[in-house]
């Protein structure tokens, strides 16, 4: 499994600034970074892993968002971004095969060449970001836009139509297709 030392030897690499941030204390998910960090929740990212299919694929593409803390992907946002056909979220074990990273602190950074990365556009309101390393005890500090540029991802709008809470219960077990359609596994 990929950790800091992994981050911050690929950014160091590329020339990038950023800081390693020692947390208060220990964080099981990237959603729990504000609290730990002592910081808006808009200024922490997480990454959430999908499997995304098309026709013109022939089988699941492994994709992973780049999202604000405690925020979810709107399904058809993601589905036509991906101009895909069906979507689901990958299992904790496909997450680990797939990023190398440990499934609930998948760090943007140093993804394997297959994976393709999308970025809310929603990143862009602060200058810094802060993102989980594959450990629960540090933090990356990143410009946004070092950020960006330093994973490749594309940007989109991917939280246009936010779900409701409703809505989201039980999205982390369901596929959509492009009809809107969910399947609950």
């Keep these: 499994m990929k950790s800091a030392l992994d981050v911050h030897r690929a950014l160091l690499g590329a020339d990038v600034l950023h800081e390693m941030i020692r947390l208060r204390t220990p964080v099981l998910t990237g959603d729990d970074l504000p609290r730990s960090l002592g910081v808006d929740p808009d200024a922490c990212v997480v990454v959430r892993c999908y499997l995304a299919n098309t026709a013109s694929w022939g089988a699941d593409r492994f994709v992973a968002v780049l999202l604000r803390a405690g925020a979810t992907a709107d399904p058809i946002s993601l589905l036509e971004a991906l101009d895909a056909d069906a979507l689901r979220p990958a299992t904790g074990d496909q997450i680990n095969l797939a990023t190398e990273y440990a499934s609930s602190l998948v760090s943007p950074v140093g993804l394997p060449a297959p ?28 410009r946004t836009r070092d950020l960006l540029v330093t994973t490749g991802a594309l940007a989109t709008t991917l939280t246009a139509r936010p779900l409701g809470v409703a809505d989201q219960v039980g999205w982390d077990r369901a596929a959509v297709r492009r009809d809107g359609l969910f399947a609950v596994h």
């Excluded at 994976?115 to 990143?142: C, F, K, N, W």
Aim: no cysteine; hydrophobic share 55%.
């Design 115 to 142: 994976v393709l990365l999308l970025a809310d556009a929603a990143l862009g309101t602060h200058d810094v970001l802060y993102a989980p390393t594959g450990e629960s005890g540090v933090a990356l500090g990143i």
